[in-house]
């Protein structure tokens, strides 16, 4: 079974307020994480990703936190847009070649 | 660069029919996956591949062959195509060195078994 869960499967937000999408994990061996946007349609797109060695990484409106003390994954989405409105998908290494298992994904929708 | 493409994008076929879905990437890398993703769920990796010429099980590869005969192409084959295979199939590459590395996705194939 899959080890990356989410703990919600739909999350609307109002247009300019932050977002955050939980991940639950269940291999504390997993070294790296990575979170991905994906558009009706369309392939996943790359938002963000961190490594077990650290607790938070920033980019551009988001940032990635890990507890690993309770196998959690959060991101933070600031200033939320339109634009922003897809399903995101964590995933986790638990293996070589950098293999990922993902998530089932989260909806975020935004109203206007 | 054109990155990660895919063809074709859409196809249907009936059980018991061959294809193959061919995968290319521009960016040199070492590291090349098939996935497919099932309607409300993540993705599942089928085979992948570290290099030319090699290729190993995912989570779920049975009814699927690979090969990578030449370093910027993966192809997925499905020799007797079951309705249980309708799905999207999606590509992505990656680099095999470093910290972080993230998977490069394809637009992806919309294939229907009837």
């Known amino acids: 079974g899959e080890s990356v869960g989410l703990h919600l499967p739909t999350l609307s937000v109002q247009e300019g307020d932050n977002s955050i999408i939980n991940c639950a994990y269940s291999?504390?061996?997993?070294?790296?994480f990575i979170w991905y946007k994906q558009e009706s349609g369309k392939g996943p797109q790359f938002i963000i990703d961190i490594r077990s060695n650290m607790d938070k990484r920033q980019g551009q409106r988001v940032t990635v936190l890990l507890n690993k003390t309770v196998k959690h994954l959060s991101l933070q989405i600031a200033a939320t847009q339109p634009g922003d409105s897809a399903v995101y998908f964590c995933?986790?290494?638990?293996?070589?070649?950098?293999?990922?298992?993902f998530g089932q994904g989260t909806r975020l929708t935004i109203n206007p | 660069n054109a990155g990660v493409t895919q063809t074709p994008k859409f196809r249907v076929l009936k059980t018991g029919q061959s294809m193959t879905l061919l995968c290319a990437q521009d960016m040199n890398h070492e590291y090349m996956y098939w996935y497919r993703q099932d309607p409300g769920m993540g993705l599942r990796l089928i085979h992948y591949?570290?290099?030319?010429?090699?290729?190993a099980k995912g989570e779920v590869p049975d009814g699927y062959n690979v090969s990578r005969l030449k370093k910027q192409n993966f192809l997925l084959g499905l020799e007797s195509a079951a309705p249980s295979q309708t799905s999207v199939y999606f590509c992505a590459s990656s680099y095999s060195m470093g910290q972080f590395y993230e998977q490069y996705f394809g637009p992806g194939t919309r294939l229907t078994v009837t």
């Open positions: 591949s570290v290099g030319e010429g090699t290729t």
């Open positions: 291999n504390s061996a997993s070294d790296y």
């Open positions: 995933a986790e290494n638990i293996g070589g070649a950098q293999k990922l298992v």
